[in-house]
């Protein structure tokens, strides 16, 4: 009983230990910055973000700062995209193929899959047995399309030497 909850046991503390490393020794690490660090990199946020923040005077320049915004969206859009592919990958469809796809087969194949087959037999015996029983209307039905297929075909077949010559006239 202990080894079926083991696995469960051994997250919880994984994840306590996660929690506790992110909510008390990490912010400590902004301490460790100097202040020089801090100030430099606030007036270089703020130095770029008043050369960035002009109002348009007219209609073009407002085109221009549009243009501007909206052209490097597309590329980072896909490189966001990709990103975000590349981890979905490699977590969700790890874990369906390694977790859920091996718990999904087993299950099937211990309870649905035997009453499955069962029932699939079951059917595959009633047509079987309809069929035998309609082979023989089903060969007359087609001797007799055959027939009447070979008695047609005289009259509306024409050689091509016979349709060439009507095309001509």
Do not use: C
């Not at 130095?47 to 005077?57: F, Y």
């Not at 990958?89 to 390694?98: L, P, S, V």
């Not at 859920?100 to 309870?111: C, G």
């Not at 699939?120 to 209307?137: A, D, N, Q, T, W």
Request: aromatic content about 12%.
């Amino acid at each position: 009983m202990f080894t079926k909850y083991k696995v469960l046991y051994k997250t919880i503390v994984i994840l306590s230990i996660a929690v506790i490393t992110g909510n008390l020794i990490l912010p400590n690490f902004s301490f460790a910055q100097q202040n020089n660090e801090i100030n430099k990199s606030a007036g270089e946020l703020t130095k770029t973000s008043e050369k960035s923040i002009e109002t348009p005077k007219d209609f073009g320049e407002a085109k221009d700062l549009v243009i501007q915004i909206i052209k490097p969206l597309p590329a980072s859009i896909e490189k966001a995209w990709q990103k975000t592919k590349k981890i979905w990958q490699n977590t969700w469809i790890k874990w369906w193929n390694n977790r859920i796809y091996p718990w999904l087969k087993t299950t099937w194949q211990k309870t649905a899959k035997p009453y499955t087959d069962k029932a699939i037999e079951k059917i595959k015996l009633f047509l079987h047995i309809e069929i035998e029983k309609r082979k023989s209307i089903i060969e007359q039905e087609l001797e007799k399309e055959k027939q009447e297929l070979i008695e047609e075909f005289p009259k509306h077949s024409k050689t091509l030497w016979q349709k060439f010559i009507e095309l001509l006239k």
